[in-house]
């Protein structure tokens, strides 16, 4: 099974300021999406950005990006202008295109954002 | 509904008890998730439908734990013999195809055995 790690349980930012939380995983496949989910304290996950790993570009999505890099099978996130409501959970997550569809997910980086 | 709806929000229930915990996916999504996440900790993956067929249920822990969705839409996680290690919020999930598009999340409903 494939193995997702994010190696920081809690982040903090200062307001406006830009944070980055990292995420590797473990897979001997060559097509697979990931994920970044945000899980404020209502429980709901919520989609923040998505990358196809055939893709070169990296994804994204108004403040979010990410640096993918496929060989190092690295998957970091990046959160510009942070703002008081970015504060949440935030899990990365795998997904295989091949056989089996369900989604793999660290264990989650608790990010805080200072006013 | 507009999105995933769980039901209930929060579960109280007595050792030994017998639990159903309700998930309504969107509209037209072919494909549902169970997952239950324990306290810090990411989702784990239970059972993943695809219409009316459980496509994979390694993720169940074992023989206590059963989901159905007879007619590919509601679906129901059952928990027999409920023990205090089963406390945990349960996520429910659902996604069309292909494959890469997202999952959609409800709130989760949150079970406390006692």
């Known amino acids: 099974a494939q193995t997702v790690t994010q190696s920081q349980p809690e982040m903090s930012v200062q307001e406006a300021e830009t944070v980055t939380l990292s995420c590797t995983y473990d897979?001997?496949?060559?097509?697979?999406?990931l994920f970044w989910y945000k899980q404020p304290p209502s429980r709901q996950m919520i989609l923040v950005i998505r990358?196809?790993?055939?893709?070169?570009q990296n994804a994204t999505e108004n403040r979010f990006s990410v640096n993918f890099q496929k060989a190092a099978k690295s998957f970091s996130l990046k959160i510009s202008d942070s703002q008081l409501g970015d504060a949440a959970m935030y899990f990365c997550?795998?997904?295989?295109?091949?056989?089996?569809?369900?989604?793999?997910f660290g264990t989650g980086t608790s990010l805080t954002v200072i006013p | 509904g507009a999105g995933v709806s769980q039901t209930p929000s929060n579960k109280v229930t007595e050792k030994g008890k017998y639990v159903e915990l309700r998930c309504d996916p969107i509209?037209?999504?072919?494909?549902l998730y169970w997952y239950r996440q324990s306290l810090g900790q990411g989702p784990e993956f239970l059972i993943y439908?695809?219409?009316?067929?459980?496509?994979?249920d390694s993720g169940l822990p074992n023989d206590r734990f059963f989901a159905v969705r007879p007619e590919g839409s509601v679906s129901t996680l059952k928990i027999q013999r409920t023990e205090r290690g089963d406390s945990a919020v349960y996520l429910c999930?659902?996604?069309?195809?292909?494959?890469?598009?997202?999952?959609?999340f409800g709130q989760g409903t949150r079970l406390t055995v006692v």
């Open positions: 509209s037209g999504h072919t494909a």
């Open positions: 990358q196809e790993a055939y893709k070169q």
């Open positions: 439908f695809q219409g009316t067929g459980a496509a994979d």
């Open positions: 897979t001997s496949e060559s097509d697979y999406y």
């Open positions: 997550a795998y997904r295989s295109a091949g056989t089996g569809n369900q989604f793999y």
């Open positions: 999930a659902s996604s069309s195809n292909p494959v890469n598009t997202e999952a959609f």
